[in-house]
Each structure stands twice: as C-alpha cells, then as structure tokens.
C-alpha cells in the first residue's frame, strides 16, 4: 500500500508522522488478522540497517523480543521489510529442538507478525552481500507500557 515507497522517500529522518501512520495501519491489521483487540504500540520501535560485517546488536543470535528490551511489555512484533539484502538477512524461527528452523526471506514490502514470547524464539542470519533494512514494530496488551510513537 505504498509504505515501503514512502518510508523509503522520508528516509525516516524527518519520517516519524509517516512510521506513526504505518504502525497505525500494522496495528489494524494483525488485530483484524489475528482476531486480538486492544493492542498499543509500545517501545522500542526499531530502524534496523545490516550491512556484512559485525553489528553494534547481535541478531545474528537466537533470542525472543519479549526478554530482549527491560523496560518494555512486548507481545507481538511486526517486522516491515523495506530492503532486502543480496545474500544473507533471512529470519529464521526455531521450532522446538529437533525440528528444523522456517525460513523467512527478508523481501523488500514482506509484513511479518508473530508473538513476540518463547513460541518464537529467531535469529537473523548474516548478511553476506548487500543491505537489509526493517522497521520493527512492537505492540502490547499492557496499557502500561503503551507509548506513541
């Protein structure tokens, strides 16, 4: 619906009416899709740009969103791709210890949401060639932790 285009056109420098609007559309949408009510956008929301080489944040590692941030109430996350990179970048989500990771392709305009807990434990493969851009948005059920973005 033209997100990736208009991101990509603000460069997310002076973008935060825009990312405000598209988390607005990503909230309306998992809540139809998933049939949950009442979700908020909380912190952080995330501009992640992997280039090959070492990153300040280890995504390379497995973990879960819901533990990766302590001042934040995370229970889904919603993973907007707005480049994908040549070789490398892809999500993978374990499941369970004898079955074999899924692989998600990092696709410029792919839309991901899962629940951010144990159920979706992923890493994010090196990038090897290229750039992966994504903007990371979580939500939340706690009014507590609710913050505008």
């Known amino acids: 619906d033209g997100w990736v285009s208009k ?14 609007e598209v988390a607005g559309s990503v909230l309306q949408m998992v809540e139809s899709k998933s049939n949950v009510t009442g979700l908020l956008t909380t912190f ?10 070492t990153t300040p944040v280890p995504y390379t ?3 879960v969103d819901l533990y990766s941030y302590k001042d934040s109430a995370l229970h889904f996350t919603s993973i907007l791709y707005l480049q994908g990179a040549d070789v490398g970048g892809e999500l993978y989500l374990e499941r ?8 998600v392709k990092a696709m410029q305009g ?3 949401t899962f629940t951010s807990g144990e159920e979706n ?3 994010v493969a090196e990038v090897m060639e ?6 990371t948005i979580f ?11």
Do not use: K
């Open 44 to 53: 952080p929301t995330v501009l992640s740009v992997i280039r090959p080489g």
């Open 96 to 103: 369970g210890e004898e079955e074999e990771e899924r692989e």
């Open 110 to 112: 792919t839309l991901l």
């Open 7 to 20: 991101l990509t056109e603000e460069q997310l420098v002076e973008g935060r009416a825009t990312v405000r």
């Open 121 to 123: 434990r992923h890493r």
């Open 139 to 149: 939500f939340t059920c706690d009014q507590d932790f609710h913050i505008n973005i």
């Open 130 to 135: 290229g750039v992966r851009v994504a903007l």
């Open 61 to 63: 590692e497995s973990h």
